[in-house]
């Protein structure tokens, strides 16, 4: 299992929200001191911390410090649904679009236009079969308080 320690942020109407507690991302102390470019890189490209939803089977409350955890089988699942459906689809998109073309010189139009039709609908049927796909095993759950 995945862990991350977090803070509740907000509870409400059941639905818990974290925000993850990060350092740099090599995790050292003394980046904040001596400059560690990736704690810069890190500062220079991350935005705000965004809260995520979370089970609480052990009714923590706003501000308790607690372990997320999450399933290393819902991680590579979540990843092989994000990354690999949009690039079959754009490829398979690309391909149509080239099977379809009439003329030789309208083919790089319809490859392109075909795999931006494939992209598009992938984003749209991860979004509408996400659950479906992927079931309650990605939701993460907190685990223990600090």
Request: proline fraction near 3%; glycine fraction near 12%.
């Amino acid at each position: 299992m995945l862990e991350s320690e977090a803070i509740v942020v907000k509870v409400e109407n059941g639905a818990t929200f974290v925000e993850a507690q990060t350092e740099g991302g090599c995790g050292g102390n003394r980046c904040a001191s001596q400059g560690c470019s990736t704690a810069v890189l890190t500062r220079l490209f991350s935005q705000q911390p965004k809260a995520l939803q979370v089970n609480n089977p052990i009714a923590a409350q706003v501000g308790e410090r607690v372990v997320v955890g999450l399933e290393e089988g819902a991680f590579l699942k979540s990843s092989l649904v994000a990354y690999l459906l949009p690039l079959v689809a754009l490829i398979a998109g690309a391909a149509l679009g080239l099977h379809f073309a009439a003329h030789d010189e309208m083919r790089d139009l319809y490859a392109g236009l075909g795999g931006l039709a494939g992209l598009i609908g992938s984003a749209f049927a991860i979004k509408l079969s996400l659950p479906i796909l992927l079931g309650s095993s990605v939701q993460p759950v907190i685990l223990r308080r600090l």
